[in-house]
């Protein structure tokens, strides 16, 4: 079975005027104005309502994609206005802190390297310091050592000599020293019983400091330790005697000073006793304790 025919269409011709440049074509048997037609249809209502949306949102689309480009652009420009020259800085800053860190580093290196020396110095110097230290507390020790040896042989040197306190006397007795002391050791000490001393007993007296009082000091050196020992071992016998005679030994400076302490420290009854023989001090601590023999105020002051 065949199709049926299908109906003939118009047959419409285009054409073109050569003077006018507008477009006319036919249909139909009618001919039409291509720009008149366009005009035509695009001022209808209903094709301007369904148009006109469609430009808009195109345009706006257009006008928002252009719109965004240029603020982009204008964006970028001011960003990099704004960006560059502080990048310029920045890397200027940069270049600054680089350099003044590598000279801080290099000047670090230079410090470092003199505090080595500074310290090795230091280790050299406290070695030798410990050195010395150790060589003065030697030469120290050495001192005091030899300050002792000297002081007893001072000490040695008056080993035969007495001293007799508050002798009763007169600047015209001044030349009778001798016969003082004969009179306190053969009369006061009653040695005249057994073997009364002669001038020939001794070596040389005199007065030391001055007369107070109708009392004076007086310094007698006997002829030998003998008899300066017979003598200072009766001293015991002028105990309570009303011109409140005594002797003692004649000591150096530094043991007088011994004595003086030991006297305060007794009549303070930290210690029991004390007292001197042949220009040694001894002390007792208690009545029971054991005699020391002390040679300095630290000794004293530990006991």
Not at 14 to 40: C, P, W
Request: glycine share 2%.
């Amino acid at each position: 079975m065949k199709p049926p025919a299908s109906r003939p269409r118009s047959q419409s011709q285009t054409r073109k005027t050569d003077d006018s440049d507008q477009v006319i074509f036919k249909t139909h048997g009618q001919s039409y104005n291509m720009e008149n037609l366009i005009e035509s249809t695009l001022l209808k209502q209903n094709v301007l309502q369904n148009i006109i949306p469609s430009i808009v949102k195109e345009t706006t689309q257009e006008l928002k994609s252009d719109l965004q480009s240029i603020i982009r652009s204008a964006v970028a420009e001011a960003v990099a206005d704004a960006v560059i020259p502080l990048k310029l800085r920045i890397d200027e800053q940069d270049q600054k802190l680089i350099t003044l860190f590598d000279r801080t580093k290099t000047e670090n290196e230079v410090l470092m390297k003199k505090i080595g020396e500074k310290e090795s110095k230091i280790v050299s110097y406290e070695k030798v310091q410990g050195e010395l230290v150790s060589k003065n507390s030697e030469l120290q020790d050495d001192l005091t050592e030899l300050y002792y040896q000297v002081e007893e042989l001072e000490q040695y040197g008056r080993r035969t000599s007495l001293r007799f306190h508050n002798v009763p006397m007169q600047y015209s007795d001044l030349q009778k020293t001798d016969q003082k002391v004969l009179d306190i050791v053969n009369n006061k000490l009653n040695l005249q019983v057994v073997s009364p001393l002669t001038a020939d007993d001794i070596n040389r007296s005199h007065i030391i400091g001055p007369i107070r009082e109708g009392k004076g000091q007086i310094i007698c050196r006997f002829r030998n330790w003998k008899i300066k020992n017979i003598v200072y071992s009766s001293k015991k016998r002028l105990k309570n005697n009303f011109e409140r005679i005594f002797i003692t030994e004649d000591l150096t400076k530094t043991r007088q000073n011994l004595v003086k302490r030991l006297n305060a420290r007794k009549k303070a009854k930290e210690i029991h006793s004390f007292w001197t023989f042949d220009g040694r001090t001894y002390a007792k601590k208690t009545q029971d304790s054991a005699k020391v023999m002390v040679k300095s105020i630290e000794e004293i002051n530990n006991l």
